[in-house]
């Protein structure tokens, strides 16, 4: 929970805050940790990436067919019992009210990752993504 604020000083000294906004966070690694913890979710992983072809298919459905993140060149090699995970990081603003036809709407931002070490059908399943912020 990061609160953006305004502070002043009153004539007597009295400090005053005026909060602008809340901006709801998690931590990011108690997330991710709560996704690992799941029954199953690092042997989906693990099922996926030995799924893969060997050389790339001729059409590109997901990022894992492309040959750069399998020939990265990592600084340090995987080590046995180490995980590495590639995210993408999306914004999404939506109005909480419903249709903003109706007049008057207020509007709320979702910060999220997704885990493209999925397969693609199970990238934007909520029970697999990650909620990081909320803006107000």
Known sequence: LTRLSRSK????????TNYLRVYHTQPLDAAIGRLLATPGFE???AVYKRSLPATPPTVLTDMWHGPELNTFPWQHPTGQNELRLIFSLTIDWFNAEGSSRRGK?????????TILDLPPHA???PENMILVGLIP
């Open 123 to 125: 990238h934007h399943l």
């Open 43 to 45: 042997q989906q992983l």
């Open 9 to 16: 000083s009153t004539e007597t000294g009295r400090k005053i």
């Open 105 to 113: 709407h207020w509007s709320v931002g979702a910060i999220y990752l």
